[in-house]
């Protein structure tokens, strides 16, 4: 799965075949180039060497997908689109610099969602439960080292 911007800067990618980063350099420059240049009434699917693309502009970022020949680009498709209502709950109307600026949080929720490609929880309330009992436990851990953090710094100073 590759996010990318009307541009062409890649804000993100997931894969789930290993690869050399020279590949998948390559691969990714490809995708780009050839998403980039369809018009915009065209089809969302198309064929690229063995797999199929499926792909999805939402506002100024692309959501692009590589499936093998006997995947439902359909499914595909509505995956996509799901991946995108849980970053826009999770973020609130969710824009291109909430990814930039938290993409950690952007995999993680794609984690959530996909585990090796397939589609590991279909509510978006489960993944979002899930997203948001990381978040506390976050919190909590953070909340812990600043108290340590100020304990030992305590103990520095008498």
Known sequence: MLLFSRQGKLRLQKWYVPLSDK????????LVQTVLARKPKMCSFLEWRDLKIVYKRYASLYFCCAIED??????????????VELLDKYFGSVCELDIIFNFEKAYFILDEFLLGGEVQETSKKNVLKAIEQADLLQEAIACEASVITLTVSQITLK
Do not use: F, M, P, V
């Open 70 to 83: 006997q995947d439902n680009e359909l499914i595909t498709l509505e995956i996509i689109h799901r991946y």
């Open 23 to 30: 590949e998948k350099k390559k691969i990714t420059r490809e």
